[in-house]
C-alpha cells in the first residue's frame, strides 16, 4: 500500500518553511506564529531536493511481500492503474451509448451545428421541427446552406462533427467524442492525481471517483459542449502542474552541492536562473486557447491559471534561495509565462474559426466588407475577416449577458455543490406493457435521463472543500491551493452573471478538482503509512499509529463504497432506463429533483 497522507508528500512550499529559504528564513513570521493557536503545524522539513523535486510515494516493503507484488508489476502500475480505471470508464460510458434513440435537451442545437460545420465550414440554419426526420432518415434532410446565427465558439462542434463524421448523423455518432473526451478525462486525472500527490494509489482513487460520478458519466453520454471544455480544462491544469515540476528540476540542477552530498540553496542561482525553454507552458497555452474556442468561460480559467503557475514560480524560486522571490518572478518568469499562454491561446482560438473565416457564407462573416463595417476608421489596419469576426464575437457578448429568459431547470450557482436542482435531459412515461414497463404495473413507468451528480460524492465534496481550504491556509500546502484555484476558476465566475440563465450541468469543469479534493481528504483519513518511531527508535511502539491507519482506512472504504453504491442506484437515472414509477419517486431525494 502507497502512503496516502498529505503529511507523508513533500513538497509544501509555504512561507516560514524549511530552512532551505535563504537567510532569516529559518524563524516563522509573527502571523504565523500567532496562528497557532487556530490550529497552523508548520511544514515538515525534507531536503531541499525533495522540496524541489518531490520523490513519489513507493509501497512499503511490508505491502509488496504481503501482496506478493515485484518492483516491476508495481512500476507498470503507474500506467497500468490509470489506463485499467479509463478502461472501465470507457465501457461504462460507451455502453449502449446511442439510447435513448432521441434528440435531448440541448442536443438539438450542437448535433445539427456539428453536422452543418464538418460539411460547410459554418454552422447553417436548419429548419424547425426536423429532428425527429433526422432521427428517422437524417439522409433525408439537406445539410442548410444559408447560415445560421451561433453563441458559442466552434471547437466543441469540430470536436462532436468528428463522431458524427465517423458513425453517422444518428445518437450514436454525435454523442461518440464526447464519451471519447469523458473516458480521457478519467485516465488524464489518475494521472494528474499521481502527478500532485505523488501516490499511485491516490492518482487512480482520483480518477475512479471521477468515473463514478453521475454528472460527469451523464454529460459523457450528450452531446453538449461543457464536456469539451472540461477535458481542455483539466488537460491545461496537466500541462502546468507537469511545467512546476519540469522548471524545479532545472532550479535543482542549477543549484550548488555541499561537500555531503546535499542540496544547498544559492541566492544567485535562485534570482538569475532563466529557466528558457518551457514546453509544457506552451502546451498549456494551446489547451487553454482551445477551452475558450469551445465556451467562454474558459477565458475566466485562463486567467486563473496564470496567477496560478506564476505563483508556483514564485515558490519555486523562494525555495532555491531568492531573497526577493517575487521580484524575481517578475524580472525573470512573468514577460516568459505570459507570452507562453496568452499569445498562444489567441492564436488557437482564432485558428478554431478557420472554417468560418475561409468561406464566404458564414453568419456576419462579409459584415466589414459589405455591411455597416466597411466604412470603418480601422479597416486600414486589420483585415475584413478580422473586424467581422470582432463584430459577431461582441453581437454574441450581448446575447450572453442578456440572456435571462427563465427556464424550468435553471438553478443558482450557490445550490449546485449541493445539486440542488438538477436538469432533466429527457423523460417519458412508457404506459403498461410498453417500451420494457411491465404489464402489470400498478400505472405507468418512468423513463428519464438526469444531469446530476452522485449525491453522496457532491456531499462528500462540501467537506472536502472545506478541509482544502483549511489545509492550504493553516498547513500552506501548494496542492491544496491548485485544487481550491481550479475549483473557484470553474465555479466562481457564474456568481457574477446569477440574473443570467444558467445551470447545474455547467459545474462539469470543476467536477475533476472535486474529485481531487475528496482524494485529498481521504488521502488524510488514511493517514501516513510509515509511523514515526519510538524513543528507543522502534517503530509504532504502542501500535497507536497502527491502529489510527486502520480506523481511517476503515472509514475511508466505506466512504467510497457509498458513492459507487450510490452511482449504482442512480444508475436508471443516469443512462434512461425504464423503471415503475416508485422506484422512480424513491430516488427524488428532494423536492427540487423533480
Not at 491545461?236 to 542540496?263: I, K, M, T
Request: aromatic share 14%.
Amino acid at each position: 500500500m502507497t502512503s496516502t497522507a498529505p503529511e507523508a508528500l513533500h513538497g509544501q512550499d509555504g512561507p516560514g518553511g524549511p530552512a532551505a529559504g535563504p537567510p532569516g528564513a529559518h524563524e516563522p513570521p509573527s502571523w504565523e506564529r500567532r496562528l497557532r493557536r487556530f490550529g497552523y503545524v508548520p511544514p515538515a522539513v525534507p531536503g531541499l531536493r525533495e522540496r524541489l523535486v518531490p520523490p513519489y510515494v513507493r509501497a512499503a516493503p511490508r505491502s509488496r511481500g504481503g501482496l506478493g507484488l515485484p518492483p516491476g508489476l508495481l512500476r507498470f502500475l503507474s500506467w497500468g492503474g490509470p489506463l485499467l480505471v479509463a478502461l472501465v470508464a470507457g465501457l461504462l460510458r460507451f455502453w449502449d451509448l446511442g439510447s435513448p434513440h432521441a434528440v435531448i435537451f440541448d442536443e438539438t442545437y450542437y448535433a445539427k451545428d456539428a453536422w452543418a460545420l464538418i460539411h460547410n465550414g459554418y454552422e447553417g440554419a436548419w429548419p424547425k421541427d426536423v429532428d425527429k426526420t433526422i432521427l428517422k432518415d437524417p439522409g433525408a434532410v439537406p445539410i442548410p446552406v444559408d447560415p445560421g446565427y451561433v453563441v458559442h465558439p466552434p471547437v466543441g462542434k469540430w470536436v462532436i462533427g468528428l463522431g458524427e463524421w465517423w458513425f453517422g448523423f444518428d445518437p450514436f455518432g454525435w454523442r461518440f467524442m464526447v464519451a471519447v473526451c469523458g473516458t480521457l478525462s478519467v485516465l488524464m486525472l489518475c494521472r494528474i492525481g499521481r502527478r500532485l500527490f505523488r501516490s499511485t494509489f491516490l492518482g487512480c482513487l482520483a480518477g475512479g471517483l471521477l468515473a463514478v460520478d453521475g454528472l460527469h458519466f451523464v454529460m459523457s453520454r450528450t452531446a453538449l459542449l461543457d464536456q469539451v471544455l472540461m477535458l481542455f480544462v483539466l488537460a491545461a491544469f496537466g500541462c502546468l502542474l507537469a511545467d512546476r515540476d519540469w522548471a524545479r528540476r532545472r532550479l535543482a540542477a542549477a543549484l550548488p552541492v555541499d561537500a555531503d552530498g546535499l542540496l544547498r540553496p544559492d541566492a544567485r542561482v535562485a534570482e538569475t536562473l532563466r529557466l528558457g525553454w518551457r514546453p509544457w507552458r506552451l502546451a498549456a497555452g494551446v489547451a487553454l486557447g482551445l477551452a475558450a474556442a469551445t465556451k467562454w468561460n474558459g477565458l475566466y480559467v485562463m486567467a486563473a491559471f496564470g496567477l496560478l503557475t506564476v505563483a508556483w514560480d514564485v515558490g519555486a524560486r523562494r525555495v532555491a534561495g531568492a531573497h526577493r522571490p517575487y521580484a524575481t518572478v517578475l524580472k525573470r518568469d512573468v514577460l516568459p509565462a505570459f507570452v507562453s499562454t496568452v499569445p498562444v491561446a489567441l492564436a488557437a482560438y482564432v485558428a478554431s474559426w478557420s472554417g468560418w473565416i475561409l468561406s464566404d457564407k458564414g453568419y456576419f462573416r462579409t459584415w466589414a466588407s459589405t455591411g455597416a463595417g466597411r466604412d470603418s476608421s480601422w479597416s486600414w489596419l486589420f483585415p475584413d475577416w478580422w473586424r467581422s469576426l470582432w463584430h459577431y464575437e461582441s453581437e454574441v457578448y450581448t446575447f450572453h449577458v442578456n440572456l435571462t429568459s427563465g427556464h424550468t431547470y435553471e438553478s443558482n450557482p450557490w445550490s449546485w455543490i449541493v445539486l440542488g436542482r438538477p436538469v432533466s435531459y429527457f423523460y417519458e412515461s412508457p404506459a403498461q406493457g410498453q417500451d420494457g414497463c411491465p404489464a402489470n404495473a400498478a400505472e405507468k413507468c418512468a423513463r428519464e435521463v438526469l444531469a446530476i451528480g452522485t449525491p453522496l460524492l457532491w456531499w462528500a465534496a462540501c467537506f472536502a472543500l472545506l478541509y482544502v481550504l483549511w489545509r492550504w491556509f493553516f498547513r500552506r500546502d501548494w496542492r491544496a491551493g491548485a485544487i481550491a484555484c481550479a475549483v473557484a476558476a470553474g465555479w466562481a465566475p457564474w456568481f457574477l452573471y446569477q440574473e443570467r440563465t444558467i445551470f447545474l450541468f455547467y459545474a462539469v469543469v470543476f467536477v475533476p478538482f472535486l474529485c481531487l479534493a475528496v482524494t485529498m481528504m481521504i488521502g488524510a483519513m488514511l493517514g501516513p503509512a510509515a509511523p514515526p518511531p519510538g524513543p528507543d527508535g522502534t517503530p509504532d511502539p504502542d501500535g497507536r499509529a497502527e491502529r489510527r491507519r486502520t480506523i481511517g482506512a476503515i472509514g475511508a472504504g466505506v466512504l467510497v463504497l457509498l458513492i459507487v453504491w450510490n452511482f449504482i442506484y442512480f444508475w436508471p437515472l443516469y443512462t434512461g432506463q425504464t423503471i415503475p414509477m416508485d422506484q422512480w419517486r424513491a430516488r427524488m431525494w428532494l423536492d427540487t429533483w423533480v
